[in-house]
């Protein structure tokens, strides 16, 4: 620049002004494009901001050669992928959306067909309080129950304002801990509005509320006691004594195993109409239903196989079998085999003729205490007409040996053993 200069003021002095007017602008420009190089990057101010929604901020971008080096003759086009939007002069209008756009803000340089582009990122913040808002607005609860509550900040754009701290409180029906737990209390009813969250951001203070209601309290329901797969077989086994397999239509069961978890437990009954190796099919007792059951190799058979077969291989069509799953898994088929009436043992000569003489035998005895008897109720006769055939209270020496007696009204007029019904034929 300092040669160029010296030229110059050489003609001024040779040349005279007449020839420096006519030479000075043409050589002034040839000496700016030759100061800087060709378009090498481009810088955007500010690189990043942090913004309130919808603020407008001016951007600047500047373009430079690779010895960094502005060039001032640069033209600029200018443009905003997302968080608002850029005019052509670099003046951006943020988005009202609060969040961070990384390289939002785009510029693309143009200079002696040369272009390059830069970017510039910036944050939209959240603007100031607007409200607050507290979760569940209304929940139904048991008395003495609790239900935590949650507030958050908004500003009027509806972003969320974090890092926003409540103050929780309830004017009715219960307590509130500092981090929103409600205990409820012990009367039931509606409290509208009686839990409140108030929080303060920069100098801004606002309030929410919800509403809750209490209901009596119910006793917890009781948990039943396990019921063991024994015990079901057990029930199982009991119907079908009593009403035998034909009338068995099923049972099925919700119980709880040994260690508490709930099981399902099934039996079905019927007549085998089909069997695979993997399948067994039956209708079922009491209607025409088919139904078909895969088995797998938990399955257990009864009876067993025989040696060289497996599974199913013992049950045939018209079988009677019973079906157990365990939640819905076939666990068990078992064959029904017929009760076979057992004949009755028919009793031998001798077991007869024996049983005759223990029946005689009982006669016996039986006519020896009957003779006993009316020999002690005739002397009671006689003692009656003694005492003049009054039905009173006598004393007696007689054989009997039993002392006072009472004579029954009436016994004079039994005579003999007739109809004693006890003589041997």
Avoid: C
Avoid at 37 to 54: E, F, I, Q, W, Y
Avoid at 114 to 140: E, I, W
Wanted: no cysteine; charged share 15%.
């Amino acid at each position: 620049m300092k040669t160029l200069l010296t030229r110059l003021l050489v003609a001024l002095v040779v040349g005279g002004f007449g020839l420096l007017a006519v030479m000075a602008p043409s050589m002034i420009r040839s000496a700016s494009a030759q100061a800087v190089g060709a378009l090498d990057h481009v810088t955007v101010t500010p690189a990043s901001a942090s913004l309130a929604p919808g603020a407008t901020p001016q951007y600047t971008a500047t373009a430079y050669d690779a010895s960094n080096n502005v060039i001032p003759g640069a033209t600029f086009a200018w443009s905003a992928t997302s968080g608002g939007s850029i005019n052509a002069t670099g003046l951006l209008t943020a988005s009202a959306v609060a969040g961070t756009y990384a390289n939002a803000v785009q510029v693309t340089a143009t200079f002696n067909s040369v272009t390059k582009s830069g970017t510039a990122s910036f944050t939209v913040a959240p603007g100031a309080l607007d409200r607050v808002t507290v979760t569940p607005a209304s929940v139904s609860l048991a008395t003495g129950g609790t239900q935590q509550y949650a507030a958050t900040a908004y500003d009027a754009s509806n972003n969320v304002i974090p890092g926003a701290t409540f103050a929780w409180s309830v004017t009715s029906g219960g307590s509130i801990n500092a981090t929103g737990l409600l205990t409820a209390g012990a009367v039931a009813g509606t409290y509208a509005n009686a839990v409140q969250a108030s929080t303060t951001v920069s100098g801004v203070t606002k309030t929410a509320s919800a509403s809750f209601t209490m209901t009596a309290s119910t006793p917890a329901p009781q948990t039943p006691n396990p019921i063991g797969i024994p015990a079901l077989q057990a029930l199982y086994n009991g119907l079908l004594h009593r009403i035998g397999f034909d009338h068995f239509l099923g049972i099925e069961a919700k119980v709880l195993d040994g260690q508490g978890n709930p099981m399902s437990l099934k039996a079905v009954a019927g007549k085998v109409t089909a069997v695979t190796q993997t399948s067994i099919t039956i209708m079922l007792n009491g209607g025409t239903d088919i139904q078909t059951y895969t088995v797998s190799d938990k399955t257990r058979y009864i009876p067993a196989a025989q040696s060289g077969q497996k599974g199913l291989a013992g049950f045939q069509v018209n079988d009677k079998v019973t079906i157990g799953l365990v939640n819905g898994e076939v666990t068990l088929v078992a064959k029904v085999q017929p009760q076979v009436e057992k004949p009755r043992p028919v009793p031998s000569k001798e077991r007869i003729e024996k049983q005759k003489d223990q029946i005689e035998r009982l006669r016996e005895q039986m006519n020896k205490r009957l003779d006993q008897l009316e020999k002690r109720l005739d002397g009671m006769k006689g003692d009656a007409s003694r005492s003049g055939g009054n039905d009173k209270m006598s004393f007696s020496n007689g054989d009997n040996g039993r002392g006072p007696q009472f004579v029954p009204p009436g016994l004079a007029k039994n005579q003999g053993k007739q109809g004693r019904g006890h003589d041997k034929d």
